[in-house]
């Protein structure tokens, strides 16, 4: 018996199992089912046993499948997804939890790091330097005055990163080089749940942007209201994040390089914000974008190039319930009020634990490609812009945004539910 005949007689009995639970109507295995029902966890061949190395790689994972029960195999994105919950084992590579532990530590960094703050206040020894450092907070303009005195290139590089991006794992793709002679707006999509690869590529040296883009400081923005939180204000300060305002994009892109205006500076804005994220479900990519054209004002008015950027894999990195307008009308209408009054919202989301596979809010180890596209040269108008020509960099900024999709989604997005949606 030749191996490929062998696996479909595996493949054959599985299906036999499957047809055999139709038999009664709510769709369980009667006990006769149960009986004539072959037993598909049979021992391979001993003249197939020392089959090539990837052959049998793959044939793990095809067994671990057969072995489950019907009822416990979905096919959502690609992966097994099971009822009972699934702990981690005991025995873990230290690596895999170091990299557990500082995505950990980053996704609670602003409870973990307020936490702290409310502590210190609790001890009266600490109120001479609290104090002060509050009206600190609320007169400093740090986060929006594009001086990026507090950016830190040593924080920016330090090994934990590697294990941050390493547990993904995340990679990062240019299209071509950038020259730093120009300045650019990075428009980052999807917006995702947390945005882990934007931080992974923009945020850190991970992924080593500036390797790839030698000559160019960016800026990974953020909403202004961060800054106005102790201690994380300035744990992002450091990693060269700045405010979304339009104030801090404007200094941003105005002031450093050769010539102090602005060359060789580049800011990146994650266009499609918290509406976005309540969209994000693994295996689609809708965007937030038909009416998003700020930004694209924005470049034309400091004379930036626009640069798209395609995050294959954020969307899939939560599983998120879903409220929209037609099924949980409150719940959908609720989340659009908490965004409009507080500029974010919350989507209902969930992934893995630290100590188990299905539930908790620590993000599922699925790869993220960061892909950069091609620049969109623009003409700048300092003062009145052109209708006209704003719809006309925006479409282009559409259509370098549909190429990357459609050149990549075959390697990066394998498992596909949907094709990209431009929506809103």
């Not at 005991?90 to 702290?116: E, Y």
């Not at 330097?129 to 950016?151: K, Q, T």
Request: overall charge neutral.
């Amino acid at each position: 018996m030749e191996f490929s005949d062998y696996r479909k007689n595996i493949a054959a009995d599985l299906q036999r199992k499957r047809d055999l639970m139709n038999q009664n109507s709510d769709g369980s295995l009667s006990d006769g089912a149960i009986d004539s029902a072959p037993d598909i966890r049979r021992p391979i061949p001993a003249e197939h046993a020392n089959e090539n190395e990837n052959e049998s790689k793959n044939d793990e994972l095809a067994w671990s499948e057969a072995s489950l029960e019907p009822e416990d195999v979905g096919e959502g994105n690609g992966h097994v997804h099971h009822r009972r919950r699934r702990a981690a084992p005991l025995q873990v590579p230290l690596q895999r939890r170091l990299q557990t532990l500082v995505v950990l530590l980053h996704t609670l960094s602003i409870a973990l790091l307020l936490s702290i703050f409310f502590v210190l206040c609790a001890i009266p020894i600490t109120w001479p330097i609290v104090l002060p450092y509050l009206i600190y907070i609320l007169l400093s303009g740090a986060g929006s005055s594009g001086e990026l005195r507090h950016r830190s290139r040593i924080i920016r590089a330090l090994p934990i990163w590697q294990l941050f991006a390493s547990y993904f794992p995340a990679q990062l793709h240019r299209s071509q080089e950038l020259a730093p002679t120009r300045k650019y707006i990075f428009g980052y999509h999807p917006h995702g749940i947390i945005s882990h690869g934007a931080f992974a590529a923009f945020g850190t040296e991970a992924l080593g942007f500036a390797r790839l883009f030698p000559g160019i400081t960016n800026s990974l923005l953020t909403l202004d209201s961060n800054f106005r939180l102790p201690l994380y204000r300035d744990y992002i300060l450091a990693m060269g994040l700045a405010s979304v305002s339009r104030q801090s994009c404007e200094n941003l892109l105005g002031k450093g390089g050769p010539n102090g205006e602005g060359m060789g500076r580049a800011i990146t804005i994650v266009v499609g914000g918290a509406r976005e994220s309540l969209d994000a479900s693994p295996g689609t990519l809708r965007l937030v974008l038909a009416r998003r054209k700020g930004f694209v004002k924005l470049a034309i008015r400091t004379g930036a190039d626009l640069v798209p950027v395609l995050a294959f894999g954020e969307n899939d990195l939560y599983d998120q319930y879903v409220a929209d307008s037609t099924t949980h009308p409150f719940l959908h209408r609720a989340q659009l009020l908490l965004k409009r009054c507080l500029g974010f919202t919350i989507p209902l989301f969930h992934a893995r634990g630290v100590f188990n596979y299905d539930v908790g809010m620590m993000p599922y180890r699925r790869p993220l490609h960061v892909v950069v596209g091609r620049p969109i040269m623009v003409e700048r108008q300092p003062k009145a812009v052109d209708d006209a020509y704003l719809d006309q960099i925006h479409a282009r900024y559409v259509l370098e945004l549909r190429r990357l999709w459609e050149e990549h989604k075959h390697e990066f997005a394998p498992h596909r539910k949907e094709e990209l949606q431009i929506v809103e």
